[in-house]
T-cell receptor, first 114, second 116 residues
């Protein structure tokens, strides 16, 4: 039973490029959370999605960031026109159902903007 | 707003000894959950233990126990019989419900080093 998968594990982008981060939840999980971890900080909530729906994006920057979780395929976190301040580790977590306290984390994607 | 405070940026412990990692929280919600996660140098987040706000017994999972003091709003993690492999960052987190969202709020973490 595969865990949460994220790819790529490491991503390097130049300022102004786009970054696409992918998250495949655990089998049977239909709820996905994205978190960002800046250096020397804890994780901060960005967005919560169910299949084809954004439920809560209150932690997502208003510009340049978007997320989706289509009916088929992985969840995608997209960052347009990246800046140095976007350099961080991005984690996704999946949950089997609404209200479950279980959130299983993926290994994270480390984004470096040069 | 929810807040998690971990006042110990770093802790050292001798192998085989017990160690307590501090965590205090702030929320006006009556129903919430408290978590501890371990993040080794490889970077992944590993779930350790969970305590619900209405649970009367302190949670235990193997060598991990959560010392839950509701009146003090503290949820300290106790690791017994430390092992070298316990060296990692440890994050305390709290979950509250907002609409249908059960998002987690994390503290800044404590770096635990276990000495041989």
């Amino acid at each position: 039973n595969a865990g949460v998968m994220q790819n790529p594990r490491h991503l390097v982008r130049r300022r102004g490029q786009e970054a696409r981060l992918r998250c495949s939840p655990m089998k049977g999980h239909s709820h996905v959370y994205w978190y960002r971890q800046l250096p020397e900080e804890g994780l901060k909530f960005m967005v919560y999605l169910q299949k084809e729906n954004i439920i809560d994006e209150s932690g997502m920057p208003k510009e340049r960031f978007s997320a989706e979780f289509p009916k088929e395929g992985p969840s995608i976190l997209r960052i347009q026109q990246v800046v140095r301040g976007d350099s961080a580790a991005y984690f996704c977590a999946s949950s089997p159902r609404e209200g479950s306290y279980e959130q299983y984390f993926g290994p994270g994607t480390r984004l470096t903007v040069t | 707003a929810q807040k998690i405070t971990q006042t110990q940026p770093g802790m050292f412990v001798q192998e085989k000894e017990a160690v307590t990692l501090d965590c205090t929280y702030d929320t006006s919600d009556q129903s919430y959950g408290l978590f501890w996660y371990k993040q080794p140098s490889s970077g992944e987040m590993i779930f350790l233990i969970y305590q619900g706000s209405y649970d009367e017994q302190n949670a235990t999972e193997g060598r991990y126990s959560l010392n839950f003091q509701k009146a003090r709003k503290s949820a300290n993690l106790v690791i017994s019989a430390s092992q070298l492999g316990d060296s990692a960052m440890y994050f305390c987190a709290m979950r509250v419900k907002r609409g249908s969202n059960y998002k987690l709020t994390f503290g800044k973490g404590t770096l635990l080093t276990v000495n041989p």
